[in-house]
């Protein structure tokens, strides 16, 4: 399935990060296809195949610097037709609270990336089929699927 993600690349170390602080650690935003091979996820407990594949999670094309906390749309599209569109500002946990969240459990490193969740809509892909992936202010990512 595709899954259009706004993503957080971190631009310093951060440990223990309030989320008042949070878009100080920020580098910038970027596009994140979480691809997810759905039948696995039904029958595993954990995420670490079903999302872990090679070529899985494509990010890009870019890091847009600068943007700050206003709400972006992200919006999924395959072969042309937009199957997800929505805003940052329907996050079910907000951009600073992951940053608080995440960075109480682990350090995050400059360049790690924070995938923040997809809009509804996601679906299926196969073989033939190119999925873009647009971040408001972040630009858009273009894949195509393949079998390997």
Known sequence: DHEAELGLVIGRRAHRVSAANAWDYILGLTCVNDVTARDLQKREAQYTRCKGFDTFAPIGPCVATGLGPSPRTVEGWVNGQRRQSSSTKHL????????????????????????????????????????????????????PVQDE
């Open 92 to 143: 079910i946990f907000p951009i600073e609270h992951l940053v608080e969240f995440i960075t109480f459990v682990m350090t995050l490193e400059p360049g790690d990336i924070i995938s923040t969740g997809t809009p509804e809509g996601i679906g299926p892909i196969v073989a033939g089929d190119t999925v873009t992936v647009t971040v408001e202010g972040a630009g858009e990512l273009t894949n």
